[in-house]
């Protein structure tokens, strides 16, 4: 019996330490692209707003519109995607190494609002893309 208790507290041990591992292990990869930022092939850029070292980006699935400002290349600038079609404003902001976002709004049949921030350079487009 005593075998039996340090055997399933050995186990109960190892999984508790595998888990830990894996809560503890590197962030999920980052994505390759604002495309598969957003969640894959269904979404594709409908438009787009140059920030100088960055490039905000808006995509759109048929039903939801998505916003991601990826970097041009690897830093800690701050960086931030927002988008928004009547309220608060649904935003990301942080120093993050290669992109902000993916902040996303179903809005289908409404008119929105999406930009980005790379430092001190922003973009906030009119209300567009209504529909």
Avoid at 30 to 48: E, F, K, L
Avoid at 57 to 75: A, F, M, Q
Avoid at 92 to 117: E, R
Wanted: glycine residues 12%.
């Amino acid at each position: 019996m005593r075998r039996l208790k340090q055997g399933a507290a050995l186990a109960v041990a190892t999984v508790a330490a595998l888990a830990g591992a894996l809560a503890t292990s590197s962030p999920a990869m980052a994505a390759s692209s604002p495309i598969s930022a957003c969640g894959g092939g269904s979404y594709h850029v409908i438009d787009q707003h140059d920030l100088g070292k960055a490039t905000v980006y808006l995509l759109y699935n048929g039903s939801t519109n998505c916003v991601v400002t990826w970097k041009d290349s690897p830093n800690s600038t701050f960086v931030n995607a927002v988008i928004r079609t009547t309220g608060n404003w649904i935003e990301d902001p942080g120093n993050f190494s290669t992109y902000a976002g993916p902040v996303k709004l179903s809005a289908k049949g409404k008119c929105i609002q999406w930009g980005g921030d790379y430092g001190s350079t922003q973009y906030t487009s009119p209300l567009e893309h209504c529909g």
